[in-house]
T-cell receptor
């Protein structure tokens, strides 16, 4: 176990549904990430939160909406998805440094949520 | 911009033989380099990393990697492969020139390692 949990592990949804993915980290980290892993493509960074503030959004469509209520929890709200959004969604966390200081910034990943959009 | 290349989609090796999974990188500054492993239907597990210091880095499960600055490579190695090492391996890089405010970790496409009994 890496100390990062994700629920649900599997999700099947229709294009008109609204669902949410949940991630929780028990490592005391201050940064959390959402990645998308599609078959035969590199991992795509979607969102980054540092100290609960979103710091990066890599041109992700608005049908994906992240939420970070505290430094231990991260959500990904899904609505009106497309079949091409079917993928493994991975959450990760790390301990990032403040200005002028660098930490080890190893990212620890959860097991992922396998999403299928029908 | 930073990038990572894993030139082999698949590597096959006999059990007990040494294995190498290749990775080359491109950054504008000094690199942080990582290797992760992914077993079927699982997330990525951290294996090892290079930040600075000794070019030979030792990690989990008997894996090691050698940082070669002149060749911009960070190949993953293991002296004797096990069937249980069969998995998908990812190399990743972060450019130190980006500073503490940038969190972009760029991953390669992955190399599938198959260890044959």
């Amino acid at each position: 176990e890496t100390g990062v949990t994700q629920t649900p592990r599997h999700l099947v949804m229709g294009m008109t549904n609204k669902k949410s993915l949940k991630c929780e980290q028990h490592l005391g980290h201050n940064a959390m990430y959402w990645y998308k892993q599609s078959a035969k493509k590199p991992l795509e960074l979607m969102f980054v939160y540092n100290f609960k503030e979103q710091t990066e959004n890599n041109s992700v469509p608005s049908r994906f909406s992240p939420e970070c209520p505290n430094s231990s929890h991260l959500f990904l709200h899904l609505h009106t998805l497309q079949p091409e959004d079917s993928a493994l969604y991975l959450c990760a966390s790390s301990q990032e440094g403040t200005s002028g200081r660098l930490y080890t910034d190893t990212q620890y990943f959860g097991p992922g949520t396998r999403l299928t959009v029908l | 911009a930073q990038s990572v290349a894993q030139p082999e989609d698949q590597v096959n090796v006999a059990e007990g033989n040494p294995l190498t999974v290749k990775c080359t990188y491109s950054v504008s500054g000094n690199p942080y380099l990582f290797w992760y492993v992914q077993y079927p239907n699982r997330g990525l597990q951290f294996l090892l990393k290079y930040i600075t210091g000794d070019n030979l880095v030792k990690g989990s499960y008997g894996f090691e990697a050698e940082f070669n600055k002149s060749q911009t490579s960070f190949h993953l190695k293991k002296p004797s492969a096990l069937v249980s090492d069969s998995a998908l391996y990812f190399c990743a890089v972060r450019d130190l020139a980006s500073g503490a405010g940038s969190y972009q970790l760029t991953f390669g496409k992955g190399t599938k390692l198959s260890v044959i009994p």
